[in-house]
């Protein structure tokens, strides 16, 4: 299993292609669902000459109006770039809180004011729908095209949409560049109140909500030029002195991190699950031939449970080309 290194400098350029939409739950929405009837009939009952008289009144139906609201929520951290970077994504979520089917457009705006430098949108798009759900711009997503794939989303529905920027050759180290993504539902928005009539779902009126039908959300990208590269090795020892991968063995992977380029690769944390089919080997964790316990204590390293598997878990911190490679040692032994 290889291992995994998660900082605030890892760079992608990805591949961009066509699938179709997926849509994620989330739990906003207002009330009853839009067009839905409430019917009402009172009736009153008395005596006539001992006998028991119920008069009804006429059925009177309020028909639920559309309520149009949208919430977009930055679903991404602070997307570490360096100059001339291509194809940088931010992820963001975009949920229907109202109580209809409704369609929302969606702008990217990258001109934004108080930064450092502005960030270019993509082309041919700029905006991708996270079609397979990996958190990640993949050549399964699909680009959104306005007016043509406008997501439509029922009431609690939610849809991952990523932005995509391109990095200035000019930038310098440090500086930060925002851009925002902006959701707007399509049968119209303007100050909560406002009534768009006949224009709802199933023809009941339309009513801007809270959001007033629309809201956005920003994300940045921190210019960095550091890099962080890992490189991991095997060694197979068996119990009957030879290097057989048989199971009594032990394997000692030994992981190197080495830092390159300016700048600070800030709060690298290294993660390393225990292979399937392997146990790990208590007292085995070494950072740069330093031994370390394997408990949650004032040391930089510990055993930790991630998405359910025993997993090496290392803070390398702050880190330069100065600091030079960090290497981590561990050994399991095979089931």
């Known amino acids: 299993m290889c291992g995994e290194l998660r ?36 009736e009153v009952s008395y005596e006539v000459s001992g006998s028991e008289v119920t008069e009804t009144s006429n059925n009177v139906v309020v028909t639920v109006a559309e309520v149009l609201d949208v919430v977009v929520t930055l679903q991404s951290p602070p997307k570490p770039v360096a100059p001339g970077d291509a194809a940088e994504e931010l992820l963001f979520r975009v949920t229907n809180t109202g109580n209809g089917n409704e369609a929302f457009s969606l702008v990217l705006d990258s001109a934004l004011a108080g930064d450092d430098f502005n960030p270019v949108p993509s082309a041919p798009s700029s905006i991708y729908f996270d079609t397979d759900g990996s958190g990640d711009l993949s050549a399964g997503d699909t680009p959104y095209n306005p007016g043509v794939n406008d997501p439509v989303l029922a009431p609690d529905a939610a849809v991952d949409v990523f932005i995509v920027n391109d990095i200035p050759a000019g930038v310098l180290d440090g500086q930060i560049g925002r851009s925002l993504l902006d959701a707007a539902a399509t049968t119209g928005s303007g100050a ?7 224009a709802g779902d199933a023809g009941v009126d339309a009513v801007a909500g809270n959001s007033g039908a629309n809201d956005d959300d920003t994300g940045e990208y921190v210019v960095s030029d550091v890099q962080l590269a890992i490189a991991k090795s095997a060694a197979v020892a068996d119990q009957f002195g030879g290097t057989e991968p048989i199971p009594g063995a032990q394997i000692t992977y030994t992981i190197v991190v080495t830092p390159s380029g300016g700048g600070t690769a800030a709060n690298s944390l290294f993660n390393d699950r225990v292979p399937a089919n392997t ?19 004032a040391d930089a390293a510990q055993l930790i449970t991630l998405a359910g ?8 911190g702050d880190l330069t080309s100065a600091s030079g490679p960090q290497t981590i040692v561990f050994t399991v032994t095979i089931d």
């Open 192 to 198: 909560p109140g406002t009534v768009f009539a006949g």
């Open 279 to 297: 146990t790990y080997v208590p007292g085995t964790i070494t950072v740069n031939g330093t031994p370390m316990s394997d408990a949650p204590d």
């Open 309 to 316: 598997d025993p997993t090496v878990n290392v803070l390398l």
């Open 7 to 42: 900082v605030k400098d890892t760079k992608k350029i990805l591949a961009l292609a066509l699938v179709s939409l997926t849509w994620s739950p989330a739990a906003f929405a207002v009330g009853t669902v839009a067009g839905t009837d409430i019917d009402n009939v009172a």
